[in-house]
């Protein structure tokens, strides 16, 4: 029962409640998508099939505020789902009932950066997303997870336990500070997706890159993986705008390097004992 309890609550201080704005979408559950062609393509090949796939329907998905849409894709080979955004709204104050916030944004090419920056991290826990036009417009075109049994929503709604509390823990804290670092105010229990294997999926950071240099939750960090601190410390602006250039503002970038350098003040002074290794299986 305690660990039912720990699973149950270990995110949702972290998330809004049920009921407040949220810009997620949430892919249905493994019951009801039909399996991929393929689902062992590398992250390049699902780059390049998300660009130059043919769009063979388009349809709106069921939850969410962005106007995200999923597509079918195809390329005579393979067919294959992804999501669409072309949203890019800013507003200089955004008030909801959790925060208020100023020269807000709500932007496609956010989905985008975050991709890259994770594959410059060793992450593998976000989808791919490529820049791509739709309908005369500049949009995300993401992919559209694998094997997915809920969302965190769901998971908790239905009081489902992970079966290994030592994986789900590592993955969690991953999160964490990859959203600290990316200023992701808007994680929520529906763009965190849960597939068969109990990975983690991240998608839908339409409303991160915010420009504060400050952390937004550091005492949620407790630990922090060994590979993905190595690689923080790595990251220099030159890299950052070299990747990160056509999605994000020079503000936003040197945003990036002013969070990460208190990010690694902080997990430094967590002391050793905070570092763990973590290989997904």
């Given at each position: 029962m305690v660990h039912r309890a720990l699973a149950l609550c270990i995110l949702a201080a972290a998330w809004p409640a049920a009921g407040q704005e949220t810009a997620s979408f949430s892919q249905p559950t493994i019951a009801s998508?039909?399996?991929?062609?393929?689902?062992?393509l590398s992250l390049a090949d699902q780059e390049q099939f998300l660009l130059s796939g043919g769009i063979e329907q388009v349809k709106g998905v069921r939850?969410?505020?962005?106007?995200?849409?999923?597509?079918?894709?195809?390329?005579?080979?393979?067919?294959?789902?992804?999501?669409?955004?072309?949203?890019?709204?800013?507003?200089?104050?955004?008030?909801t009932a959790r925060r208020l916030e100023f020269n807000f944004r709500d932007y496609w090419g956010y989905n985008v950066a975050a991709y890259r920056l994770g594959v410059m991290l060793g992450m593998?826990?976000?989808?791919?997303?490529?820049?791509r036009p739709f309908r005369a417009q500049k949009a995300a075109f993401t992919w559209w997870v694998d094997d997915v049994m809920m969302d965190e929503m769901e998971r908790q709604k239905q009081k489902v336990s992970p079966p290994n509390m030592v994986p789900w823990n590592a993955q969690l804290h991953i999160l964490r500070v990859f959203d600290e670092l990316i200023a992701n105010t808007d994680r929520n229990q529906g763009n965190v997706l849960i597939d068969n294997r109990w990975k983690l999926w991240l998608i839908d950071h339409s409303r991160a890159f915010r420009t504060s240099s400050d952390l937004h939750k550091p005492r949620s960090i407790r630990r922090?993986?060994?590979?993905?601190?190595?690689?923080?410390?790595?990251?220099?602006?030159?890299?950052?705008?070299?990747?990160?250039?056509?999605?994000?503002?020079?503000?936003?970038?040197?945003?990036?390097?002013?969070?990460?350098d208190k990010l690694v003040a902080h997990v430094e002074g967590l002391g050793p004992s905070a570092l763990y290794d973590f290989i997904q299986k």
């Open positions: 998508v039909a399996p991929a062609s393929s689902t062992r939850k969410g505020v962005t106007g995200t849409q999923r597509a079918t894709l195809s390329d005579g080979a393979l067919t294959h789902d992804a999501s669409i955004q072309t949203i890019d709204e800013s507003k200089p104050r955004y008030e593998d826990m976000i989808p791919p997303s490529v820049l922090c993986e060994r590979t993905l601190l190595a690689k923080m410390r790595t990251l220099t602006l030159e890299d950052l705008q070299a990747q990160l250039n056509d999605y994000l503002t020079e503000h936003e970038i040197e945003s990036i390097l002013a969070r990460r």
